[in-house]
């Protein structure tokens, strides 16, 4: 089955994926891999101590209604550590009823996707872009739009003519425009000023799935789409605590204007009434004590850590190869291109009896592009793994380049 | 605003429901008020001490990917204890793909209709049924067809006449069958057979919702429908841990044919990517120790004791006035019909401001039906609280009927 079979398969709901045959492939493996595919935070930056002290005082108040059905819109207490948050890291004051909480970020793009694509509606998605994401638009009928990733994110420039040809005007703009998963890419200021212009001209949604800024280690800092677009145009902010804290808690967020909360938590209520309130309340109480800087700039350190890790070893192991990496400024992937002989799907299990797994290019496009990328998380694995994967990987594809290609 | 009204708004995602209305004017009371709406475990009938015990054990082991990303059908341990627990309380074995671990019930119920009900499909719902599962059928746009429920539960017999009227045969069934939300009847055997028959003669799917099977306290258990159709006609079966343990975890599960379990999978990957993990891992902590046949236990012991309460709290609190309630061999529920004068709907606000809460009938149809029911939840009460809760009812039934009706 080739890629673009296993994605659209995926896409639809029928079958599996890449993502998921790799995982079955990696689960099944006995033997010494580097696991540089999936995109967790390291088990060594949760922080596990303080979340063993912190449940044993949520379970403690078992009669605070701990275990029973919370309010679909999230607790109360999270939702005012989360305001606080916002107003905390994006200098800017939400109202609560511009916030759900919901099931990790997951849950807020099907909300978003479930309120407003239907049958035929336009999407705009980035390529590469994270394939759970495009999946749930087409789940709901929707059809791509597939527009280029550079350096600064996506290719806001190109946007005009891609919507000239498609003949119609996107409904929803589907962008992950800090760290993107998989680019590692950050979209500059200016075109995120771009972004909400032409939106505002075509009367499209802008849906900014943003679980990676508060992973920033090293450039400045830049606002959200939806602090930019300060409501000229609806945006649908979706955040995480998945890459920050956890993402075996999901609990997640997204803020919207008022009567799209209010939709959003009617849906809800019929997808699974409410989030799991005990975690609910264990990031509350995290969020509580004001352990969260301390444990991001941690956090930080570590992976600013890891990206040097693998950038440098790159440049060490495929010296004699032509390659390009993009050079994240933080979030946990980078996207590794190497020379067009080389097919990532193809090279993928050669890899993994060499011991490194990375999720091959084509599962993060509909049309199955991408054919010789790939995509490593640098977070989850200490710089001397990260190494060792690398040389692993180094010496697959040179094994495959002096074979003369990919079969 | 109408219940219908309401109701229709609520089914269709634009606004809120009788239910969510209610829940506001719950939360906002600060006097004292008998709860007989939510249907809850009783506080005091969660395990809380078991949880607190448990949840250090599993917050303990963080080195076990507690807080990563899970398989999206469920962690490998809860899965084995689900299975296990199927075997022993229906003397069936079920094979680990035809098992998906949902967040909850709720969960369950969206999956099968995100995958089997399409624009204009006709499926038979209970008449009264459980708002949220007909809202989420109306939801993915399937036309409901309403059939009656009697002290047996749905009226199967009634059935090929609806449907012949209907002019095509339903694509599914969504039956609540045992301790029915909200009525508290039981579908008898005959029936159970006859709507097997039924669904085989119309290539209908069984869509059953069975969150109370294990709360029966008194008469013979009953095979679910699953079981006894064995195979002859496709049944999802939608499960909880929600009333048996508790609902704030949102762990449930649903078992199907291995094919529908791996399209269910994909699906769910679109919409929180996996069940939370900790709490997957308190529950199987729970069931590995055998802790849930003594939890049990209790917990019928109680709900009898407070059955009973509730019925002789009616009997003797409504003895002048024509009523009819259920008499429910388990579950949290039970039915109760008023004078054709009473307008539930116009009662509640009444009966709020006397300390009583519980959720109008007209709540439980899509076409505004059961004006003079009400549903009342005698789990999450005492005797003593149920007693008080009955009389303050009577209370404003009783000045109602002598005011002469609703207005």
């Known amino acids: 089955v080739t890629s673009t079979a296993l994605f659209a398969a995926r896409a639809t709901g029928i079958t599996g994926s890449v993502i998921d045959s790799s995982t079955s492939l990696l689960q099944a493996q006995t033997h010494d891999v580097v696991r540089l595919a999936m995109g967790s935070p390291a088990a060594d930056a949760i922080p596990a101590e303080q979340f063993e002290r912190l449940a044993a005082e949520v379970f403690a108040r078992a009669g605070d209604g701990a275990f029973d059905y919370g309010p679909t819109e999230g607790e109360p207490g999270l939702r005012a550590q ?10 800017r004051q939400v109202p609560p009823e511009r916030l759900l909480i919901t099931a990790g970020g997951m849950q807020g793009l099907d909300l978003a996707c479930k309120l407003f694509v239907e049958a035929g509606d336009l999407v705009v998605v980035e390529s590469p872009t994270y394939t759970n994401g495009s999946a749930t638009i087409t789940g709901y009928q929707g059809e791509l739009l597939e527009a280029p990733v550079d350096g600064d994110g996506l290719v806001v420039a190109v946007l005009p003519d891609l919507v000239a040809a498609a003949g119609r005007t996107p409904k929803l703009i589907y962008t992950i425009p800090t760290f993107q998963n998989p680019s590692g890419t950050t979209l500059s200021l200016e075109r995120r000023e771009a972004l909400v212009e032409l939106a505002e001209s075509w009367g499209a949604l802008i849906l900014e799935d943003d679980p990676y800024t508060p992973l920033r ?5 830049l606002p959200t789409i939806e602090a930019l677009a300060a409501g000229r145009v609806p945006v649908l902010g979706v955040r995480t605590f998945s890459k920050v804290l956890a ?10 204007e008022p009567e799209v909360i209010a ?7 019929s997808m699974d009434t409410c989030t799991n309130v005990p975690l609910q309340r264990l990031v509350e109480a995290f969020l509580a004590e004001g352990l969260l800087p301390a444990h991001l700039e941690r956090q930080r350190r570590v992976y600013r850590e890891r990206r040097d890790a693998m950038t440098e070893a790159l440049a060490a192991e495929l010296e004699d190869i032509e390659y390009r990496c993009t050079q994240p400024a933080g979030g946990l992937f980078l996207w590794l291109t190497l020379p067009e002989a080389i097919d990532t799907q193809d090279l993928f299990d050669a890899a993994l009896a060499e011991g490194v797994a990375f999720i091959p290019g084509p599962a993060f496009s509909a049309s199955g592009a991408f054919a010789n990328a790939l995509r490593l998380c640098f977070a989850s694995s200490s710089p001397e793994r990260i190494r060792e994967g690398v ?3 180094a010496r697959v594809v040179r094994r495959r380049l002096e074979c003369g290609g990919s079969h």
């Open 263 to 269: 939709r959003m938590i009617n849906a809800k209520q």
């Open 391 to 393: 040389r692993r990987l």
């Open 247 to 256: 993402p075996g808690l999901r609990v997640g967020w997204l803020t919207a």
């Open 217 to 221: 280690f090293e450039g400045e800092y």
């Open 82 to 91: 989360v305001l606080r948050l916002i107003a905390d890291t994006e200098q």
